[in-house]
């Protein structure tokens, strides 16, 4: 295409531009006829991140940037061609259209650009519950990933949001869990709308509940994200604080919203099981090292579990790796040696600051004992 051929095109356009995007047309022909590639890149960043620009996005693509696409940074590009996808009639045009992008852009000093685009097609894949598709995308995306030195952030985020997506789909909680809290750390919150936050804290606190491998809330209940969990949906903040804290009365207050959830009611001995496991923990936790050998009675007592499930809750903590230590069954007696650490609120700080005194009086008293007793030896 010459430049009379574009220069006419652009004028076309520009009819239908609105006013306040007017001077980007202009930009255009002067930057494109100048060849000034990195400053059109950037105007026309501009122009398609203008919502009153959707209708025109498709067309300039494929009439204007198709024809300098090899001249641009490629990362850019595929940052246009995501905004132009979003006008494809459907999502199986969507999806000839993104697959047509990654190829153009799968070259050996672009595969950051090929990663963003082929993760979009996964994306779409997904929407169209093609999921090996999309899982096989997914993993070649993954393998040139973990072959970058670095990598801009918003890659990463966007194979960990289709990721967990992913996962998500397939009901692998603890997948997803993984994939969406490093899909939060690669974002700045404040670009997910309220409804989105609320949205992804809900999903999240439901999936770390219903995990057969998530035991510890720590990373999700440190996380500003949780603050979202407002309103209709706060119960879910107090039931993970719960568990965190092995509050079986708190629970037990609670339990009625887990009912309520499908997904929970469809997991509820699973759940059961975890603030089993937690007031275990807990239990464990709150005494100092050397008061750590506990009868199954007080283990009964402590969990609500009946004494005779005891050795098997025990057993299921210690396979966990959530405590360690020995089970005598003779004396029906546990010794435990070491507790998984967590996330405190104030009471267990409290409870923790105070042992520390407890210690701190204890070495005094070691020392005031060793000093009396030690007078003839020192005396000169």
Not at 31 to 37: D, G, H, I, P
Not at 39 to 57: C, G, H, M, Y
Not at 142 to 152: A, C, G, Q, W
Not at 159 to 180: G, I, L, M, P, T
């Amino acid at each position: 295409m010459n430049v009379d051929t574009i220069a006419d095109f652009l004028a076309d356009q520009q009819v239908e531009t609105p006013d306040e995007l007017q001077y980007l047309i202009l930009q255009f022909e002067n930057f494109w006829e100048r060849k000034l590639w990195h400053q059109l890149t950037d105007a026309l960043i501009e122009f398609f991140a203008n919502p009153k620009s959707e209708k025109q996005r498709l067309k300039f693509y494929k009439v204007f940037i198709l024809k300098f696409a090899d001249k641009i940074n490629q990362l850019k590009l595929v940052d246009l061609g995501l905004k132009a996808a979003t006008q494809c009639r459907d999502d199986q045009e969507r999806l000839t259209f993104l697959t047509d992008l990654a190829k153009k852009v799968d070259n050996e000093n672009s595969q950051d650009a090929f990663v963003y685009a082929t993760t979009a097609v996964a994306r779409v894949q997904l929407d169209l519950r093609d999921l090996e598709s999309s899982r096989k995308n997914l993993d070649k995306a993954e393998r040139i990933l973990d072959s970058f030195d670095s990598v801009e952030t918003k890659v990463h985020a966007a194979f960990y949001q289709v990721n967990a997506d992913y996962y998500k789909a397939k009901a692998d909680f603890a997948s997803y869990y993984r994939n969406a809290l490093l899909y939060l750390a690669c974002i700045d919150l404040s670009s997910l709308s309220p409804d989105e936050r609320k949205a992804r804290a809900y999903d999240l606190g439901i999936a770390a509940l219903v995990s057969d491998s998530i035991y510890n809330f720590g990373e999700l209940l440190q996380h500003p994200i949780l603050a979202a969990l407002t309103g209709d949906v706060a119960w879910l903040q107090e039931l993970l604080l719960a568990f965190n804290r092995g509050d079986l009365a708190a629970y037990d207050v609670l339990s009625g919203h887990i009912s309520s959830n499908p997904l929970l009611k469809e997991h509820l001995e699973d759940i059961r099981q975890k603030i089993y496991l937690a007031a275990l923990t807990e239990s464990v936790f709150r005494r100092p090292p050397h008061q750590r050998a506990m009868s199954f009675d007080t283990i009964s007592a402590d969990t609500k579990v009946r004494k005779d499930e005891i050795e098997h809750l025990v057993m299921k903590a210690l396979s966990l790796g959530l405590v360690r230590g020995t089970i005598d069954e003779v004396d029906e007696l546990v010794n435990f040696t070491w507790v998984q650490p967590r996330i405190l609120d104030m009471a267990q700080i409290a409870s923790m600051s105070q042992r520390l005194g407890e210690w701190g009086e204890n070495v005094n008293k070691l020392g005031n004992w060793i000093e009396a007793t030690g007078q003839d030896i020192w005396a000169p």
